[in-house]
């Protein structure tokens, strides 16, 4: 099995500033054959089911805003909102899917 | 836009076996990988499994021997059973559509079920 372990547990920010989470794989996710790292965020809400934002490490999904992105290869991945807005509050989870699924404990974001 | 909707029981006994049900709308059940994925109170997601319209299914080591999935593409419903069930199972069961890569794209609202005598 595959273990995602995120850091910080929880993170506060003030509006407009950057926040950073770091995941980190107990083994790399980097498929070789196709140099895609099977990795993806996604933010989840207060009672609402999770969102996704980006996959294969750096790819935005449909109608996410440009102020998220990500980025790392193999074991090591960050994920950055570049200037925090009051809608951004929520718990972040990484997600590998190179092998089964695997979630990381997940990040929760707050503001300052 | 693609829409899910889980259904079934809020509340199972010990020992007995956890049924729920998804409802597609807005796709077809065979352009998806359909996964189940629960998050007991407070805690991160477990992706329990998928299925694919061909009938081809995989589920999490951890609960393999625990689990069924199956699709009515009648319906246009996956469901899931998950047999000797504990307090532990205890969680908001998701339906989620993802392709092959498992990338959920797609989640339902969630159903909580709470394992209780």
């Known amino acids: 099995d595959i273990v995602m372990t995120q850091s910080p547990d929880s993170l506060v920010v003030s509006l407009g500033e950057r926040a950073t989470i770091n995941c980190k794989a107990s083994?790399?996710?980097?498929?070789?054959?196709?140099?895609?790292?099977?990795l993806a965020w996604y933010q989840q809400k207060p009672g609402q089911p999770p969102k996704l934002l980006i996959y294969w490490a750096s790819a935005r999904a449909s109608g996410v805003p440009d102020r998220f992105s990500g980025s790392g290869s193999g074991t090591d991945f960050t994920f950055t909102i570049s200037s925090l807005q009051a809608e951004d509050v929520a718990v972040y989870y990484c997600q590998q899917y190179y092998g089964t699924p695997s979630f990381g404990q997940g990040t929760k974001l707050e503001i300052k | 836009q693609v829409q899910l909707q889980e259904s079934g029981p809020g509340l199972v006994k010990p020992s007995e076996t956890l049924s729920l049900t998804c409802t597609v709308s807005g796709a077809s059940i065979s352009t998806y990988y359909w996964s189940w994925i629960r998050q007991p109170p407070g805690k991160t997601l477990e992706w329990i499994g998928y299925?694919?319209?061909?009938?081809?299914?995989n589920s999490n080591p951890s609960l393999k021997s625990r689990v069924t999935i199956s699709m009515d593409t009648s319906l246009n419903q996956v469901s899931l059973k998950l047999s000797s069930v504990t307090a532990a199972d205890t969680a908001v069961y998701y339906c989620?559509?993802?392709?092959?890569?498992?990338?959920?794209?797609?989640w339902g609202q969630g159903a909580l079920v709470t394992v209780s005598s």
């Open positions: 989620a559509a993802s392709g092959i890569d498992l990338v959920h794209d797609y």
């Open positions: 299925i694919y319209y061909t009938g081809d299914t």
């Open positions: 083994q790399s996710v980097l498929y070789t054959s196709n140099n895609k790292n099977y």
